[in-house]
C-alpha cells in the first residue's frame, strides 16, 4: 500500500469518525403567546429566528457523546440546557443550536463561547457570555440586555428598543439602534454608534477607558453632552451651546450643545474617563 | 388547679405569676420544671430574634466539616447533571448575596456622599472604594482563586479585568470627589461598581462551565 493511499485511508477514518461522534437532535415544544425561552449552552453557537407557528424548534448538533441536551417545558416556559458529561471539554462538549421561536417570544440565552445571534424578534432579548460574540439584528419594541465580559456586541436595527448593555472589555457596536433607552456601560470596550438617536430617548454610552464614536446625520434633534475627564472630545457637528450644564465645559474635553428640534430631542450623554470622544457627521448619500 | 389547668393557663399569663399559677407551681416539681423549660426557650428565641444572619463562611465551614465526616458526599463525579448553584460554586455562592451587598453599600455611599460637602468629601481616603467591596465580601483574590480552581484558562483575563474595574471605581470615585454635586459622576460611580459587580457574577454564571 503506497503512502498516499495510506494517508487518504486515515484522513477518512477520521472524518467517519467525527461524523459518528457528532449527534444531530431536534426538540418541539408548542407554546402560547409571550413564552419564555431559556437556553445555556457553556460552549457553543446558539441562534434563534422567529418561527410561522407556535411551535419552538430546537435543532442541536452534539460535537460528541460528552454532552446531552437536556430540555423541559414547564407551562408557557421552555428550558434547554446542554449538560456536559464527566470529562467533556470546549471541543467534546460543544452543542450548537438553531433555534426557531414565536416572535414575540422571551429569549434568554448563555453560553460562555458564543456565537449569540438573536434577529427579527419582538419579545425581551436577553444574552450573557463571558467571550461570546454577540449579534443582534432587526428586533423591534424589545428590551435587549446584553452582558459579556469580553465578548463583542453588536445590534444592527434594532427599533423602539429598551436596550442595556454592559461590556467589560468587549466592543460595542450600535447601527440603527434607538428607543426610549438605549445604554452601554463599558470598563475598557470600544462603543461605536450610528445612527440618529430616534426621537425624545435617553442615550447614554460610557466607558472607562474606551473611546466612544457617534456617527449621525445632519437631521438629528438631540441634546449632547460629552465629556472625557481625562482624555479629549471632537465635536464634528455644530451645536447650539446649552445654558446650563452641571460641570465646567473645558476645551477639548467636554462639549454640551443641541441640535435639530428642540420639541423631538433625545437626551445624549456620552462619557469616559481617559478615552476619546468623537462625534461625527455621517456622509449623506 | 390541676396540671393541665395550669398548663392552659400559660397561655394568658405565660411566667407562672397567676396567684392560682403561683399556688400550684409551690407544690408541683413538674410544672416548675416545665415552666422554666418554657422560659428558657422563649428568652433563646428572643437572643435569636436579635441575632445577625450567620455568614455564609459558617455554613460553608460546617458543609467542610460535614464532608469531612462523611454525613454529606460531594456530587457523583461519573454522573453530573445540571448542578445546582450551590454544587456548582461551593465556596464561591456567598459571592452573589456579597454583589448584591456592595450594590446596597455603594447606594448608600453614593447617597451619603451626594449629600455632603465638598469639604467633608476631601478627608474620604482614595482607597475607600475598594474598602467599600472588601467589605461587602467582594474579596478580589478569593475571586481570582475560584476562577483558578474551576477555570485556570481564564484566571488571567479575570484578574485583567479586576485590576480594570477597580480602576474605573478609583477614578469615578476622585470624579465625584472632585464635584458632590455632580450627578452624573455619581451615576459613573454606581456604574464602575455594577461593571465589577457583573465580572463577580459573570465569574459565578452558569454560562461558564
New interface residues.
Given amino acids: 500500500m503506497s503512502s498516499r493511499t495510506i494517508k487518504v485511508v486515515t484522513i477518512i477514518a477520521l472524518v467517519a469518525g467525527t461524523l459518528v461522534a457528532e449527534s444531530r437532535k431536534e426538540y418541539r415544544f408548542n407554546v402560547g403567546p409571550k413564552a419564555g425561552i431559556s437556553v445555556?449552552?457553556?460552549?457553543g453557537s446558539i441562534s434563534v429566528k422567529p418561527s410561522t407557528s407556535n411551535t419552538v424548534v430546537i435543532r442541536a448538533v452534539l460535537n460528541s457523546g460528552k454532552v446531552e441536551v437536556?430540555n423541559t417545558q414547564i407551562g408557557n416556559r421552555v428550558m434547554i440546557?446542554s449538560?456536559?458529561?464527566?470529562g467533556a471539554d470546549?471541543t467534546s462538549?460543544r452543542v450548537d443550536y438553531d433555534i426557531l421561536v414565536p416572535a414575540d417570544a422571551s429569549v434568554t440565552l448563555?453560553?460562555?463561547t458564543g456565537p449569540m445571534v438573536a434577529e427579527k424578534l419582538h419579545g425581551d432579548v436577553t444574552m450573557?457570555?463571558?467571550a461570546?460574540t454577540v449579534n443582534v439584528r432587526d428586533l423591534s419594541d424589545a428590551h435587549v440586555h446584553v452582558?459579556t465580559?469580553?465578548g463583542p456586541v453588536t445590534l444592527n436595527n434594532v427599533q423602539d428598543g429598551h436596550v442595556e448593555i454592559?461590556s467589560?472589555?468587549g466592543e460595542v457596536i450600535l447601527i440603527g439602534v434607538n428607543g426610549p433607552l438605549v445604554q452601554v456601560?463599558?470598563?475598557?470596550g470600544h462603543i461605536s454608534y450610528t445612527g440618529d438617536f430616534g426621537n425624545s430617548g435617553d442615550y447614554r454610552l460610557?466607558s472607562?477607558?474606551g473611546d466612544i464614536d457617534a456617527t449621525i446625520p445632519e437631521s438629528t434633534s438631540a441634546d449632547v453632552?460629552a465629556?472625557s475627564?481625562k482624555g479629549e472630545v471632537h465635536d464634528d457637528i455644530p451645536l447650539q451651546p446649552m445654558a446650563h450644564t452641571?460641570?465646567p465645559i473645558k476645551e477639548g474635553r467636554a462639549f454640551a450643545g443641541t441640535m435639530g428640534h428642540a420639541a423631538m430631542s433625545s437626551t445624549v450623554?456620552l462619557?469616559t474617563?481617559?478615552g476619546k470622544i468623537h462625534l461625527k457627521k455621517r456622509q449623506e448619500k | 388547679m390541676t396540671c393541665v389547668e395550669l398548663q392552659q393557663s400559660l397561655a394568658e399569663i405565660e411566667d407562672g405569676s397567676g396567684a392560682e399559677q403561683r399556688a400550684h407551681l409551690e407544690t408541683c416539681p413538674t410544672c416548675l420544671a416545665l415552666l422554666a423549660e418554657l422560659n428558657l426557650i422563649a428568652s433563646s428565641a428572643r437572643d435569636l430574634s436579635e441575632a445577625n444572619e450567620p455568614s455564609p463562611r459558617v455554613w460553608n465551614s460546617i458543609e467542610i466539616v460535614l464532608r469531612t465526616e462523611g454525613l454529606i458526599r460531594p456530587p457523583r463525579a461519573d454522573r453530573p447533571h445540571p448542578a445546582s448553584f450551590a454544587a456548582r460554586w461551593g465556596f464561591a455562592r456567598w459571592m452573589v448575596p456579597a454583589a448584591a451587598a456592595l450594590l446596597i453599600l455603594v447606594g448608600i455611599y453614593v447617597r451619603q456622599h451626594s449629600l455632603a460637602s465638598p469639604e467633608n468629601m476631601a478627608t474620604i481616603p482614595a482607597q475607600q472604594p475598594l474598602q467599600d467591596a472588601a467589605a461587602a465580601g467582594l474579596n478580589d483574590d478569593e475571586l481570582l482563586q475560584e476562577v483558578a480552581d474551576k477555570t485556570p484558562a481564564t484566571q488571567a483575563q479575570y484578574q485583567d479585568h479586576l485590576r480594570r474595574a477597580n480602576e474605573y471605581i478609583q477614578d469615578a470615585k476622585q470624579d465625584v470627589q472632585a464635584d458632590p454635586n455632580d450627578e452624573e459622576a455619581r451615576r459613573s460611580l454606581m456604574e464602575a461598581y455594577q461593571q465589577k459587580a457583573m465580572l463577580f457574577d459573570m465569574a459565578m454564571d452558569r454560562s461558564l462551565p
Fill in positions: 445555556t449552552n457553556p460552549y437536556d440546557q449538560h456536559l458529561l464527566a470546549a462538549g448563555h453560553s460562555s450573557e457570555g463571558a461570546a452582558k465580559l469580553n454592559d467589560l472589555s456601560v463599558s470598563t475598557s460610557t472607562h477607558s453632552v465629556r475627564v452641571w460641570f450623554v462619557r474617563f481617559s
